[in-house]
């Protein structure tokens, strides 16, 4: 089965950028969807087909997708930023979804 | 605005059997795929079951295979799940979701989630 490799945490100062990365055997030719979760709530997404912001996400969140390697990227990093971020891609070989095991972004 | 209730989650015997159930409004529930995604305490996300828009198909997760069964009725906008023989490792919330197409799954509106509690 398809397996989605993410860093558990990830420290950043505010107001600088942060990159969450999400490693799978040649993602670049998937579509990888991010999404967001602070505790206790649902997740929403945050970039949809590699680099697509749905309506309300900020500028800030960027994503992109070659060979091995997604990164959604967090530029001008807020305290309301920390959460869980998840990627997931579509595994058309299985039919099945697919998450990454999640990155906790921390704000120092 | 698009909504998406799960209800039927509580604390439930180990064996015993559970049916959740999510109520959409908002959009034509027809024309999405439906998902159900769990997550343990403390766990990150785990998808489960995923129901095509007239319900001819579906898939599970490796793990849910052969216990859990997922369906939808479009005529009263509902997603289900019905899960059997229920495991303490099970104890998850349940959240339903939806994706605007097959060939680009994602999963762009979520349920606030269902907890359900496997325990003697």
């Known amino acids: 089965s398809y397996v989605l490799t993410q860093p558990p945490s990830v420290s950043v100062a505010p107001g600088k950028t942060a990159g969450i990365t999400c490693g799978g055997d040649?993602?670049?030719?998937?579509?990888v969807h991010w999404y967001r979760q602070e505790p206790g709530r649902a997740p929403v997404l945050v970039i949809s087909?590699?680099?697509d912001r749905p309506l309300g996400i900020p500028e800030r969140f960027s994503g992109s997708n070659s060979e091995n390697t997604a990164t959604l990227t967090i530029s001008r990093v807020e305290a309301g930023d920390e959460a869980d971020y998840y990627c997931?891609?579509?595994?058309?070989?299985?039919?099945?979804?697919?998450f990454g095991g999640g990155t906790k972004l921390t704000v120092l | 605005q698009v909504q998406l209730v799960e209800s039927g989650g509580g604390v439930v015997q180990p064996g015993r059997s559970l049916r959740l159930s999510c109520a959409a409004s908002?959009?034509?529930?027809?024309?999405?795929?439906m998902h159900w995604v769990r997550q343990a305490p403390g766990k990150g996300l785990e998808w489960v079951a995923v129901?095509?828009?007239?319900?001819?198909?579906?898939y599970y997760a490796d793990s849910v295979k052969g216990r859990f069964t997922i369906s939808r009725d479009n005529s009263k906008n509902t997603l289900y799940l019905q899960i059997n023989n229920l495991r303490a490792d099970d104890t998850a919330v349940y959240y339903c979701?939806?994706?605007?197409?097959?060939?680009?799954?994602?999963?762009?509106?979520w349920g606030q989630g269902i907890l359900v509690t496997v325990s003697s």
């Open positions: 908002g959009f034509t529930f027809s024309g999405y795929g």
């Open positions: 087909s590699n680099s």
């Open positions: 979701a939806r994706s605007p197409s097959q060939l680009m799954v994602t999963l762009d509106s």
């Open positions: 040649n993602i670049g030719i998937k579509n």
């Open positions: 997931q891609v579509w595994d058309s070989s299985s039919d099945h979804v697919v």
């Open positions: 129901v095509w828009f007239d319900g001819s198909e579906k």
